[in-house]
């Protein structure tokens, strides 16, 4: 298949039969994506949880729970957001992706983003952060840093599973988000006009 002639049909077919890696053996579903299809801001983690591996949808835990509301603090709507995953299958116990995996997996997303061509891209902590941005990324000293990537605006924030684990970062997310609203309007504004 061509990825320039990608249609979301297909893609999501061709995802969902995946087996370029050992993942497709223990998933329930394949956890593709959700949200808006030509929206300008697209968030992506790193690989599903238990619960999203049960719903087939991203974000919808505990963790995607505490990154709904920091959204409607923002006054961003989820739907008007894509949100996805490096890998589109739960890892065992909800280990961190192996190279291996994200290398089997990475062009789905890649795909999503042609298909979706957002404007900013927020990377939901270090690893998704050190596929996208770069090797080395430090998610406590980078977080809130935009960074031009091709087309794309990027940033990361930290993962919402962290916040739960470490809530003394939360007013820091809270700030992260409430620059991300700013940027995502004034590119909105530039377009308009």
Partial sequence: MNPATDSWEQLLRTCSDCTACELHKTRTNCVFG????????????????EQEDKTGTPFV???GQLLDQYLYAVDIPRDSVYIANILKCRPPKNRDPLPAEEDAC????????????????????RIA????????????????????????????????????????KKEEMLLDMKQIKEKLDLLSEEFTQ
């Fill in 34 to 49: 959700t949200g808006n299809k030509n929206a300008d801001l697209l968030f992506v983690g790193e690989a599903p949880g």
């Fill in 61 to 63: 835990g505990r963790a």
């Fill in 106 to 125: 990475i062009d789905y997303l890649r795909r999503q983003v042609r298909l979706i061509r957002p404007k900013i891209i927020v990377c939901l902590g």
């Fill in 129 to 168: 952060a050190m596929r996208l941005i770069k090797p080395d990324f430090r998610i406590t000293k980078e977080h809130g840093i935009w960074f031009e990537k091709g087309n794309f605006l990027i940033t990361a924030v930290y993962h919402p599973a962290l916040l739960l684990r470490d809530p003394r």
